[in-house]
């Protein structure tokens, strides 16, 4: 690319430091708003391997980012994850999600079927996470998980209600009688 009437080099540097300076910010956003970010050196996947990556990933309200690391740590300063900087060395990606655990699943579940996915660490937050660390969030249960067990929890004792309300007279009859009974032996 020319500047019309000008020096092609400053034109170009002056494109790649705008385009640079976009990846940076987009990079710190993903690191202010995400719960968690997996680190994974990547050497040797296929194409067909990453797309593969990045479905699961979709499919799991993830994200999944190849970025140079010069530029990655310059978007963690004063970022909650900073910590992830020291794993960014070779070629590495990203996997990052607003739920704490849905990327760290997707992660690790690659990564099982996968030996040239290698899981570095990351961060959860401002805590950092170590190989053993990303396993653990891992096995945690997800936002959606922990959303159903809740409801499911809240529901029970309505059910509950409703069946005793809904059953026949006979049988509340004899549930008062058996409290009566009880309050009375005591």
Not at 39 to 48: K, M, Q, S
Not at 76 to 90: Q, R, V
Not at 132 to 145: C, L, Q
Request: proline share 4%.
């Amino acid at each position: 690319m020319t500047e019309p009437g000008g020096n092609p080099q400053i034109w170009s540097e002056t494109v790649d430091r705008a385009q640079k300076e976009k990846v940076v910010e987009e990079l710190g956003q993903i690191f202010e708003s995400s719960g968690v970010v997996v680190v994974a050196h990547y050497a040797g996947l296929t194409v067909a391997e990453m797309q593969d990556l990045r479905a699961q990933a979709r499919e799991a309200d993830a994200s999944v980012r190849v970025a140079k690391n010069k530029l990655a740590k310059i978007a963690l300063e004063g970022k909650p994850c900073a910590s992830i900087a020291e794993h960014l060395e070779g070629m590495t990606v990203l996997t990052f999600s607003e739920d704490p655990v849905a990327a760290a699943k997707v992660s690790e579940g690659f990564a099982k079927g996968n030996d040239k996915f290698v899981i570095l660490g990351g961060a959860m937050g401002e805590t950092a996470l170590d190989r053993a660390g990303v396993k653990a969030v891992s096995d945690m249960p997800s936002r959606d998980e922990l959303i159903a067990s809740i409801v499911g929890c809240i529901a029970a004792p309505a059910s509950n209600i409703a069946g005793a309300i809904g059953a026949p007279a006979s049988n509340i009859a004899s549930i008062v009688s058996t409290i009566e009974e009880k309050a009375e032996a005591a």
